[in-house]
């Protein structure tokens, strides 16, 4: 596998340079005659948060270069795992992708500060906040993915991760010899390490069959993809512990970035922001709305665990954060502490614009 990995990667650069009329990493927007296209691969399939963020990401870039340039989105599947897809936009053979810390901690480490659990806000808004704005991320963050080829263009979150088992998950004993599929983040291993599993990394086409055959125990999702890729009839319980929120980081790749006019990388800025809030509400409608469709399409038992049972969980998640400084190095060190603080900053503004209000 490790001889066919590069010759797959090679015929997926070989596909897209003969899909695309334009040659590939050059932009060209305004003036063209006949429109340039930019290329979005995405993680999830058609109807996802990420197909919603791409389909409106589209809509906007056309709108605002007169449609000059025109985005085609492809799919999950349509050009390979995650993995294939960041080393795509690494090369310039593909512009933009979408790509999750849970697979990208090989190549960028510092990203994994996203695999711990515990550490982000128990508020929506606050992690909303910080992942749209924070200086840390965008600051010392952004320049780790730089350094590996790629512009992190932003950082959505797509819900609370849910396990899904075929019993309730409400104690640490409850993952015992647990074989969780996780995505492929050492930290995330270590994390379910962390409650005594036995985390098994796999990709995510091969989730449903693998849960159907026995050979994975559980698995852990937000709602939506419970939801869209059929886990939930494969799986008895769902707890949720709201431990993490499943984030995922949209890139471009550098060599590309560097390509475009002063006017099109503000252009990108703008589409960032105007996607921000779009994004948000899109993410909490999916995930409220295919709740509800579990609930009727099966007699899958929901469990939400109280305070007490999540701090259980959240004492042996801690002493995670020491090995993913020991992965991470001084500049993961620093966008820990960074994260912290300003998740705390904003959670101590946003209780105080609500104390304000209900003044
Ligand atoms: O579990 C995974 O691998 C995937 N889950 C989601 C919700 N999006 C993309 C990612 O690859």
Same mark, same amino acid.
């Given at each position: 596998m490790k001889v066919l990995k590069p010759v797959l990667t090679a015929m997926l650069v070989a596909m897209l340079a003969a899909c695309s009329e334009e040659p590939a990493s050059e932009a060209g927007g305004a003036g063209a005659? /006949?429109?340039?296209?930019?290329? =979005? %691969?995405?993680?999830?399939?058609?109807?996802?948060? &990420?197909?919603?963020? %791409? &389909?409106? =990401? +589209? $809509?906007?870039?056309?709108?605002?270069?007169?449609? +000059?340039?025109?985005?085609t989105v492809y799919p999950y599947g349509a050009l390979g795992t995650s993995a294939q897809l960041t080393e795509l936009v690494q090369q310039g053979a593909l512009e933009f992708a979408f790509a999750s810390p849970g697979h990208l901690g090989s190549v960028v480490p510092e990203v994994q500060v996203f695999s711990l659990h515990f550490l982000l806000s128990d508020s929506n808004a606050v992690n909303k906040q910080v992942l749209g704005e924070s200086p840390i991320l965008y600051g010392p963050l952004a320049e780790a993915y730089r350094e590996k080829g790629l512009k992190l263009l932003t950082i959505i979150p797509e819900g609370w991760m849910v396990w899904t088992a075929n019993r309730p998950l409400t104690t640490p004993d409850d993952f015992r010899g647990l074989k969780i599929r996780t995505m492929v983040s050492p930290l995330l291993v270590a994390s379910y390490q962390a409650y005594g599993a036995d985390p098994t990394p796999m990709p995510y086409s091969e989730v449903y069959s693998g849960l159907q055959l026995g050979m994975i125990d559980a698995q852990v999702n937000p709602i939506f993809a419970i939801e869209e890729m059929s886990f939930y009839e494969v799986q008895k319980a769902m707890t949720m512990a709201r431990h993490s929120q499943f984030v995922a980081s949209v890139v471009a790749s550098q060599r590309f970035?560097? /390509?475009?006019?002063?006017?099109? !990388?503000?252009?990108? @800025?703008?589409?960032?922001?105007? #996607? @921000?809030?779009?994004? =948000?509400?899109?993410?909490? &409608?999916?995930? %409220?709305?295919? #709740? $509800?469709?579990?609930? !009727?399409? /099966?007699? *899958?038992? *929901?469990?939400?665990?109280?305070?007490? &049972?999540?701090a259980a969980f959240a004492e042996l998640a801690r002493p995670v954060r020491d090995r993913y400084r020991a992965a991470a190095g001084e500049r993961g060190a620093q966008i820990l502490e960074g994260l912290v603080e300003e998740i705390r900053q904003s959670e101590a503004a946003l209780g105080q614009q609500q104390a304000a209000g209900a003044e």
């Open positions: 005659d /006949s429109p340039t296209e930019w290329r =979005f %691969a995405l993680e999830e399939i058609q109807g996802s948060v &990420q197909d919603a963020y %791409a &389909q409106k =990401f +589209a $809509e906007l870039v056309e709108a605002k270069t007169d449609g +000059a340039i025109r985005v970035y560097e /390509s475009l006019t002063t006017e099109e !990388q503000v252009m990108l @800025d703008e589409v960032k922001r105007e #996607l @921000d809030d779009y994004i =948000f509400e899109v993410q909490t &409608q999916y995930n %409220a709305e295919r #709740l $509800e469709r579990i609930r !009727q399409n /099966s007699d *899958i038992e *929901i469990v939400e665990l109280n305070d007490e &049972q999540r």
